[in-house]
């Protein structure tokens, strides 16, 4: 069906293209030729629509109808708009819509007020993905309700903000947890000091040493830029009662003046010795029958717990493996989306199905001689699915989870995949254990990770293993500088218990699967993605 204006010939005009790429509705431009004496500005077909901007202008309702029904047929929520000149236009389409969740604007501009005012008025809308967006904006989205991401990244200027992955703007407004494991130098100061100026959502400090200056600072920058209900966590075991009386004269004062609280953070090494001491020191006797006692009903509890959820994720598995069977063979394009369109990405049947159990499913990892074999979902945070399983009830072996920080799509430098170490019952990652195996290390098809997202099939080479304190050091997901990414790829392949024949280039990207060993220790694999 073709909607025609009349128009001289031999011009370009630009339409607005309308098509499905992966999970979003997107719009882009379209420049046609016209002919002599006919100019077909409108076109509807299965493939794409074309609207020029004149159509929909004066065609607002009956565009806004064909949008409605595209969205509610293909349970579309994110729509991906070229630039915001075409999203003031657009957004006027789905002021009434109320399935489109996010937006993403894809030119490199500062995010201006217009296309705000003309995005809070779409009521749906509670997400907004853009490159950069001035404070004042940011901060009425905030009072709206609307999340902002933003894309442009922040040179890390100081080990404060390289530590806190601070890497954009918007990261710096939500952060609600920041660490310091050192006493900051100046370059530390300045810029703790602007992101107390930027955050709106700080509610923990956690500084892994005792130092006034270092205390005192971190409090006259909350207080100077009114973030209130503050806590600073220190952790450091301080056993001098001279110190521990200071901190309580001063967190009194400081919660009075500065609604800001202090609290120490002793290890767990330390609170079970001197809980150890206290208990001989008491009645020994007495002590050790009421431990058997809570040792056997803990003991009786997690065996339970384990069966119980080992029930859940074997009938999960169970599910996993019907779906996986009906479409193994099936790879068609379940979005339909136009062939020549160089852009467009085709989204794997399986995970068409999968993305019906669980919207979050975002991969499928597979590693070799291990039971590690299931679909990997992000959440908004990394604690979501420590105790949430695929279909989103509570399980204590949780599920295979990416980092919330990663881009699942595109993948960063480093894309961290994490899993329980559920060795008792070998779910998760609870046979990860095997890598540090010199069998399985050995056997060369065993160094293949297979990772697949939503778009495409990945193989990645271990270049490094190796069990580790407890560290986030090897957490981070994209770096400043290819300097930077080749320093930290250095630090990991050092610390591996094999040295691999494997070339790893700051050009690359790499995969890492992270798990606990137990409270203190973690198992770590590094794999590089292979060209293919």
Not at 68 to 90: A, C, F, N, P, Y
Not at 319 to 337: H, R
Not at 371 to 400: C, M, R, T
Request: some cysteine; overall charge neutral; aromatic content about 12%.
């Amino acid at each position: 069906m073709i909607y025609n204006e009349s128009k001289l010939g031999g011009d370009i005009i630009k339409k607005i293209l309308i098509t499905i790429v992966g999970p979003y509705l997107y719009f882009d431009y379209k420049e046609d030729n016209t002919t002599a004496d006919l100019l077909n500005t409108n076109i509807i077909s299965e493939q794409e629509l074309a609207f020029s901007e004149t159509y929909i202008k004066n065609n607002k309702n009956i565009v806004m109808t064909f949008l409605d029904e595209i969205v509610t047929e293909k349970k579309i929520s994110k729509i991906r708009i070229k630039d915001q000149k075409m999203g003031l236009i657009i957004l006027e389409l789905f002021t009434k819509n109320k399935d489109i969740k996010e937006i993403f604007i894809e030119d490199e501009n500062p995010l201006t007020f217009d296309l705000y005012l003309k995005i809070i008025a779409c009521k749906s809308i509670k997400k907004v993905n853009c490159y950069t967006i001035p404070k004042f904006i940011l901060e009425q989205f905030d009072k709206n309700k609307i999340a902002v991401e933003s894309r442009d990244e922040v040179f890390f200027t100081s080990h404060f903000m390289q530590l806190n992955n601070l890497i954009n703007y918007s990261k710096i407004y939500y952060k609600t947890s920041i660490f310091i494991d050192k006493k900051l130098n100046n370059d530390d100061l300045h810029d703790l000091n602007t992101f107390c100026q930027i955050n709106r959502y700080l509610k923990e400090v956690h500084i892994d040493f005792f130092d006034k200056d270092t205390i005192n600072k971190v409090v006259s920058y909350v207080y100077k830029n009114n973030l209130k209900n503050v806590k600073i966590l220190i952790h450091e075991n301080i056993t001098d009662m001279t110190l521990i009386e200071y901190l309580k004269r001063i967190n009194k004062n400081y919660g009075k003046k500065y609604k800001v609280e202090l609290k120490l953070v002793y290890s767990n090494e330390y609170i079970s010795n001197n809980l150890f001491s206290q208990l001989i020191v008491n009645n020994i006797k007495m002590c050790c029958i009421i431990i058997l006692s809570i040792f056997v009903a803990f003991f009786a509890v997690v065996l339970f717990n384990n069966y119980k959820d080992r029930k859940s994720v074997a009938k999960i598995e169970s599910n996993l493996a019907k779906i996986v069977e009906k479409t193994k063979d099936n790879t068609s394009n379940v979005n339909k989306i136009p062939q020549d369109d160089e852009d467009a990405r085709k989204v794997n049947e399986l995970f068409n199905s999968l993305l019906e159990v669980n919207k979050e499913t975002v991969g499928w990892l597979t590693v070799n001689n291990t039971s590690i074999d299931y679909p990997v979902v992000q959440a908004n945070d990394n604690d979501y699915y420590l105790n949430n399983d695929f279909n989103h009830e509570k399980n204590y072996n949780g599920w295979v989870f990416a980092d919330y920080r990663n881009n699942m799509e595109d993948l960063d430098q480093n894309t961290i995949i994490y899993g329980h170490n559920k060795y008792l019952n070998n779910t998760m990652f609870g046979s990860l254990n095997n890598v540090l195996e010199n069998d399985w290390l050995n056997n060369s098809e065993n160094l293949i990770i297979e990772f697949d997202n939503l778009y495409q099939e990945m193989h990645f080479k271990i270049f490094s293993v190796y069990k580790i304190n407890k560290t986030n050091d090897y957490l981070t997901t994209s770096f400043s500088s290819k300097a930077s990414f080749k320093k930290f790829l250095n630090i990991i392949k050092n610390r591996s218990i094999k040295k691999f024949d494997t070339d790893v280039t700051p050009e690359d990207k790499i995969i890492t699967l992270s798990t606990c060993a137990n409270k203190n220790k973690r198992i770590v694999i590094h794999a590089v993605l292979l060209d293919e």
